[in-house]
């Protein structure tokens, strides 16, 4: 744009990070991209990445069989399905099985990749392999540039909370500024958590906000210059946008989760994760159309509405190379990689997991939200099979698990198979996390033989070495 304007400056309202959010409304509402006529069965998409490396063994795909010594403690469960089975550390997941499809065939074959958390964060935001000529957008973001929302006073994509390190490895890539993905932060556990800068700022009130509104479409702006250019319908777009986020009383409803009745906060759990995934299911009725939730439980956080320290948390994603089987923390002596995590079936890790997850899922079925909303249960990658010196599991990138749901993903199916230790896929199908992010194009109906053009004019095939798993339509 020939004549820029500070965001912050131009009306005094203390948009912050709002701004940019809602600027990726505007443009994704004036933008002449377009959805392909191919119809999807998604309007929207919630993606639950539970960062750190998920053991599989322990969760969605048990081994029993598994020699001894490397064997899982944790007994298989039948489901709601028959034939499938689930460790016991999902007993409440069980119960909504026929519900979720299992893909125990997840592969990460990059090089490079399989020994670093953020390039595997990277990897599951963007659908695509880091260290590519181009620097590839997050899916939401392509999404949110494709698409838009279907609630204009509210961002197009959101991460929640969007306070972890890898968080850091969201990416708008090559983009405009404004689709990069909208984070939230704070500790929803928080009695008095809110999301920061949705309302105008201290002084300013509704009567002030209007006059200041006023005067500045009396003023010119530059805008006027630029006449029916597109920078200039955008950014009058941009300001309506803004407008409406910060005046719009469902904007901060969409936030508001104390006003959820108390029963349904405490099913899916007064913890950090599950309030972040019930205010997931808020923002989808909404109708953001892409929610990423990347959660763990803080070390020092609150329960039922007081606060608990889990002394020896430190940080506590699913990185158990330490004690993975330990009932408190994980700071073994000669320790390495996984201290400061806390065991995996304690209730920091999956017992507020399994709780959040089969809340969630039974929660949107009942609302009628799983007929057009895919969720993705997804991890970096998985564990290894066999048990290390420091009783931990370390990354394995050769066979892991990821769960779908909603939006004509049939229910009550496992794809895929793995060897009696759970180190090898044996079916013939296997898929990768570009395989996954061809899915939520498909599955969202986006054409991907129409590329995007960077700033450079260089044409984007979205997921171009991917193939939309099969099962799951």
């Not at 002030?208 to 250019?229: A, E």
């Not at 004509?408 to 180190?423: A, E, F, H, K, L």
Request: hydrophobic content about 35%; glycine content about 10%.
């Amino acid at each position: 744009m020939a004549h820029s304007i500070n965001r912050r400056s131009f009306l005094g309202i203390g948009l912050g990070s709002a701004l940019s959010a809602i600027t990726g409304v505007a443009n994704a509402t004036t933008s002449s991209s377009a959805t392909t006529a191919k119809a999807g069965r998604a309007k929207r998409v919630l993606v639950i990445f539970e960062q750190g490396g998920v053991s599989h063994l322990d969760t969605w795909d048990p081994k029993p069989d598994a020699p001894l010594e490397h064997r899982s403690p944790f007994k298989p469960v039948r489901t709601k399905v028959d034939g499938i089975q689930f460790t016991e550390l999902l007993s409440k997941t069980a119960k909504v099985a026929d519900k979720l499809s299992i893909v125990r065939c997840m592969t990460q074959p990059t090089p490079g990749i399989g020994n670093s958390h953020p390039k595997g964060s990277q990897y599951i935001y963007s659908g695509e392999a880091p260290g590519g000529p181009v620097e590839m957008p997050d899916i939401s973001s392509i999404v949110a540039h494709r698409m838009g929302t279907e609630a204009l006073y509210l961002p197009s994509n959101i991460l929640l909370p969007g306070t972890d390190e890898q968080a850091a490895m969201s990416q708008v890539g090559f983009l405009p500024p404004g689709y990069a993905v909208f984070k939230t932060g704070g500790n929803l556990a928080d009695p008095n958590f809110k999301v920061p800068n949705l309302g105008l700022m201290a002084g300013i009130d509704d009567r002030r906000f209007q006059t200041r509104k006023d005067l500045l479409s009396s003023l010119d702006i530059g805008l006027v210059n630029l006449g029916r250019h597109k920078d200039a319908e955008a950014m009058t777009a941009f300001m309506h946008q803004a407008e409406d986020m910060l005046t719009n009383p469902n904007t901060r409803k969409a936030f508001d989760i104390q006003a959820e009745p108390m029963t349904v906060r405490e099913r899916y759990g007064m913890g950090h994760r599950g309030q972040c995934y019930l205010m997931a299911r808020k923002l989808i009725e909404s109708g953001v159309r892409f929610v990423t939730v990347d959660v763990r439980e803080p070390m020092n956080t609150f329960r039922d509405g007081k606060p608990v320290t889990f002394g020896g948390g430190g940080n506590m994603n699913w990185d158990h190379h330490d004690a993975i089987y330990s009932t408190s923390h994980t700071n073994v002596p000669n320790g390495g990689a996984g201290a400061g995590r806390f065991g995996i079936a304690t209730w920091p890790m999956m017992g507020s997991l399994d709780l959040a997850f089969s809340a969630l899922i039974e929660d949107m079925s009942q609302r009628g939200l799983l007929d057009d909303t895919l969720v993705c249960f997804v991890t970096e990658f998985g564990r290894t099979p066999k048990i290390n010196d420091r009783q931990g599991r370390d990354h394995w990138t050769n066979a892991f698990s990821f769960a779908f749901a909603g939006a004509g993903v049939p229910g009550g199916q496992v794809v895929g198979s793995t060897d009696r230790d759970g180190g090898f896929i044996t079916s013939s199908m296997a898929y990768t996390i570009e395989d996954y992010g061809a899915t939520i194009y498909e599955k969202l109906g986006i054409d991907r033989s129409k590329p995007i053009m960077t700033p450079t004019n260089r044409p984007i095939y979205l997921a171009s070495k991917g193939r939309a798993i099969p099962e799951l339509f």
